[in-house]
């Protein structure tokens, strides 16, 4: 069996509406994304009736609200199994981080960008009987 696999980094909520396009044109079995915000995962989940994992690395606060930002996998069949490794020197609690402190300036990275959780996502999947 082939499945039809798409990963994307999404920039948080930066390319929300191509994303939303890509994957109704694409139509795809599992979708892998990073830099999603856990809110967007969930109305992701919704708009593609998927199920989906979801798995965080740091806090974005803005304005005083925080929001996870994170990994997420989304499945068209059914999701049998979840299992989530962190992994790095910074297991533990999220770190906290304003948008600005993520963005690159001047074409150089952030200091602190190795701050945030690592994560690896993995899904178990029956695909047409089969486990995956």
């Known amino acids: 069996m082939n499945l039809n696999i798409l990963h994307l980094n999404i920039e948080r909520r930066a390319h929300l509406g191509q994303v939303r396009k890509l994957l109704n044109d694409k139509n795809p079995d599992v979708v892998c994304l990073i830099e999603v915000m856990e809110e967007e995962a969930k109305e992701l989940s919704s708009f593609l009736n998927y199920e989906y994992a979801f798995s965080p690395r740091l806090f974005l606060e803005e304005s005083g609200i925080k929001q996870k930002e ?36 001047d074409n150089k990275r952030p200091d602190k960008r190795f701050l945030e959780n690592r994560d690896l996502l993995n899904l178990l999947i029956e695909a047409n009987g089969k486990k995956i």
């Open 70 to 105: 994170g990994i997420a996998i989304f499945s068209k069949y059914k999701v049998l199994e979840i299992n989530r490794y962190n992994y790095g020197e910074n297991i533990g609690e999220l770190p906290v981080f304003s948008p600005d402190t993520v963005k690159e300036k």
